[in-house]
T-cell receptor
């Protein structure tokens, strides 16, 4: 399977604990995106990377959230001191941007990590 | 702020009939629109896209129509099948803005 993969698929944690999710994009894709999706809603943009550089962060990404893509391949999203309001599906997507710098809007999504904070 | 929304939250269609899912957008600067299909427990799956310089685009059993005058987007699915049951999202982006803005989705149920 050469699609976007995410790990773990499900995570249950207690309030106040830290969690980390991993995303492996499609191998030739240089852009990687994180979205959050709550029940019955569409995905909401959190942040995106071009190679290893984090280029935009949503105001939804509070100080407790941090994302990295150290080698321009896989990415991690960490949530510190989790709160019940963090319970959601965390989706990763990837795309390819050409040398012109203009991105490809065709983003391919992974299966998501469902986080439940108790 | 700018938003993308859907007219109907649920739609039930008889198997074999055509489905039409509608979407309204408010960002007049949007130049790219996508339809995604999301099945339970899975991530959104790309269906079809359209740029603002077009008003119609066809794929396999799907057609997307764009009416920029009234800021309306629709997805037509021909000869619906049980596997078409899912939540459908429209999303939009404008030039240079890398993020997609999604609507709340329409749940399509195919009646056998």
């Amino acid at each position: 399977d050469t699609g976007v993969s995410q790990d773990p698929r499900h995570k249950i944690t207690k309030r106040g604990q830290n969690v980390t999710f991993r995303c492996d994009p499609i191998s030739e894709h240089n852009r990687l995106y994180w979205y959050r999706q709550t029940l019955g809603q569409g995905p909401e943009f959190l942040t995106y990377f071009q190679n290893e550089a984090q280029l935009e962060k949503s105001r939804l990404l509070s100080d407790r959230f941090s994302a990295e893509r150290p080698k321009g391949s896989f990415s991690t999203l960490e949530i510190q001191r989790t709160e019940q309001g963090d319970s959601a599906m965390y989706l990763c997507a990837s795309s390819f941007a050409g040398t012109s710098g203009r991105g490809s809007y065709e983003q391919y999504f992974g299966p998501g990590t469902r986080l439940t904070v108790t | 702020g700018e938003s993308v929304g859907l007219h109907l939250p649920t739609l039930s269609v008889q198997e074999g009939d055509n489905s039409i899912i509608n979407c309204a957008y408010s960002n007049s600067a949007s130049d790219y629109f996508i339809w995604y299909k999301q099945e339970s427990g899975k991530g959104p799956q790309f269906i079809i896209d359209i740029r603002s310089n077009m008003d119609k685009r066809q794929g396999q059993r799907v057609t997307v129509l764009l009416n920029k005058t009234v800021k309306h987007l629709s997805l037509q699915i021909a000869a619906t099948q049980p596997g078409d049951s899912a939540v459908y999202f429209c999303a939009e982006a404008d030039f240079g803005n890398e993020k997609l803005t999604f609507g709340t989705g329409t749940r399509l149920t195919i009646i056998p």
